[in-house]
C-alpha cells in the first residue's frame, strides 16, 4: 500500500460501431446524468460476471436496439482515466457488423459522425484521446462485412 486512499476502480466497455461510410456512431448523455450534453461512444458498466464482449452486446441491445455477435468485436484500445471518485478503465471495441437498425431506445441524440470530425464534439474527458487516435486505429482495423481486415487506403 502507498498509504494513500484508495479508489474504486469502474469497468466500462465501448464501442465505435463504424457504418459502412466509415462513419462513427456517437451518443450524447442525456439530461440528468453525469456529463449530460457531452458525446460518448455507446456502451456501459459491465455487470458481475460479464466480460466487456457480453457486456457490450447487452448494453448496445439495451441502448440501441441491435444484436451483436461478440466475434464482431475487435478490440482497439482502451482508456485509463482517474476522475475525482473512481478510476476508469475502458477497453474500447470496433465493429462494422450487426443486426437491426440503430434506434435511440433511451432518448439519447444519436450522430454518425466522420473519424477525422470527432473533435468537433464535446466528450468526457476518459474519451478525449480517442477523438485523436480513433481515425488511425479504423484505418489500421478497417474490416469487410465477413469481419476479414481490408487493406488500408
Avoid at 464482449?53 to 484500445?77: C, K, M, N, W, Y
Amino acid at each position: 500500500m502507498t498509504g494513500r486512499e484508495e479508489t474504486p476502480l469502474v469497468l466500462v466497455a465501448a464501442c465505435a460501431l463504424i457504418d459502412g461510410q466509415g462513419r462513427v456512431l456517437i451518443s450524447q448523455r442525456p439530461d440528468g446524468k453525469p456529463f449530460a450534453g457531452l458525446w460518448e461512444f455507446p456502451g456501459g458498466k459491465l455487470e458481475d460476471g460479464e466480460t466487456p464482449e457480453q457486456s457490450l452486446a447487452r448494453e448496445l441491445h439495451e441502448e440501441l436496439g441491435i444484436f451483436v455477435d461478440l466475434s464482431r468485436l475487435f478490440p482497439l484500445t482502451f482508456c485509463s482515466y482517474p476522475y475525482d471518485a473512481f478510476h476508469l478503465l475502458m477497453p474500447i471495441y470496433a465493429c462494422w457488423q450487426w443486426r437491426g437498425d440503430v434506434t435511440a431506445k433511451e432518448g439519447q441524440a444519436l450522430a454518425w459522425v466522420a473519424p477525422a470530425a470527432l473533435t468537433d464534439y464535446a466528450m468526457p474527458p476518459a474519451d478525449e484521446p480517442l477523438q485523436t487516435i480513433l481515425p488511425d486505429l479504423l484505418r489500421c482495423g478497417r474490416r469487410d462485412n465477413d469481419g476479414n481486415q481490408v487493406p488500408s487506403e
